[in-house]
Each structure stands twice: as structure tokens, then as C-alpha cells.
């Protein structure tokens, strides 16, 4: 979709500033699909609905789960060897609460969906981007 959080590239492109936009947008979204593919894989914060979240506290939580994924690499890389026996019964956890009640953040959630999705937000975003290449 058309919306301002994507960048999408322009198909048949016209002029030397579309045809150069176009170019580096398709060869930058492949390593930010497959990182963050790592990312989601791994963490579920990142699968989750980031639009309920501050703009600085995303940055944060994506830093956070980029360092964690470099330390789990770096440890699992050092310990092929341990075998990890787990069992669940253990120290199972109790269940999760969940509240039915509206929770305050929703209409800050449905603000922030509409200007995503503004296809005009996104026409003026992929200008200012061929301009800034």
C-alpha cells in the first residue's frame, strides 16, 4: 500500500532521477528485509504492533534486540557443544491477565494508523527522496 512508513520504488522509471531512486531503493530494501526478518524471527516485540509505541521508544526496542541478536550469535557460536534440557513442568509460569477494558492509548494507535496510511504523505516522502539522491 501507499502508505508514508513504506518506501516503494517507482516501476518504470522516467528520467535520470527516478531510474537512480530506483536503483537504490531496490538494492537497500533487500538487507533491511532480511534484517529485519533476523529480527522478527527471533523477537516478538518486533512482530508486534510498534504504532502504539513513542517514535524514540521503537528506536530504543530495535537497538535493544540488534544487541541482543549480536550477543546470542556471538555466545552460540562459542557453545555449539552445550545441550540444553529444559523441562516445562518445572517452573511453568502462571497465565497471562488480559483486560477487556479500552485502554487509553487507543485513539494515540488510531491517529497514528491514519497518517501512515495517507497515500499523499507517502507521494511528497518518495519526492523529497528522488530529490535528497
Known amino acids: 500500500p501507499k502508505?508514508?512508513?513504506?518506501?516503494?520504488?517507482?516501476?518504470f522509471s522516467q528520467?535520470?532521477?527516478?531510474?537512480?531512486?530506483?536503483?537504490?531503493?531496490?538494492?537497500?530494501r533487500?538487507?533491511?528485509e532480511r534484517a529485519f526478518g533476523v529480527l522478527q524471527a527471533r523477537?516478538?516485540?518486533?512482530?508486534?504492533?510498534?504504532?502504539?509505541?513513542?517514535?524514540?521508544?521503537?528506536?530504543?526496542?530495535?537497538?535493544?534486540?540488534v544487541i541482543l541478536h549480536n550477543m546470542i550469535v556471538e555466545d552460540e557460536r562459542?557453545?555449539?557443544?552445550?545441550?540444553?534440557?529444559?523441562?516445562?513442568?518445572?517452573g511453568s509460569a502462571p497465565p497471562p491477565t488480559v483486560s477487556h477494558e479500552r485502554h487509553p492509548c487507543y485513539e494515540t494507535y488510531f491517529q497514528r494508523t491514519a497518517v501512515?496510511?495517507?497515500?499523499?504523505?507517502?507521494a511528497r516522502l518518495q519526492e523529497d527522496l528522488k530529490e535528497e539522491i
Open 3 to 11: 502508505w508514508a512508513t513504506f518506501v516503494k520504488t517507482i516501476p
Open 15 to 28: 528520467g535520470p532521477k527516478a531510474k537512480l531512486f530506483a536503483e537504490r531503493q531496490e538494492a537497500v
Open 30 to 32: 533487500k538487507d533491511v
Open 43 to 65: 523477537f516478538a516485540i518486533v512482530r508486534g504492533p510498534s504504532r502504539m509505541m513513542e517514535e524514540e521508544d521503537i528506536g530504543v526496542v530495535m537497538k535493544a534486540c
Open 78 to 90: 562459542d557453545n555449539y557443544e552445550l545441550a540444553f534440557d529444559y523441562d516445562v513442568s518445572e
Open 116 to 122: 501512515i496510511r495517507d497515500p499523499q504523505t507517502h
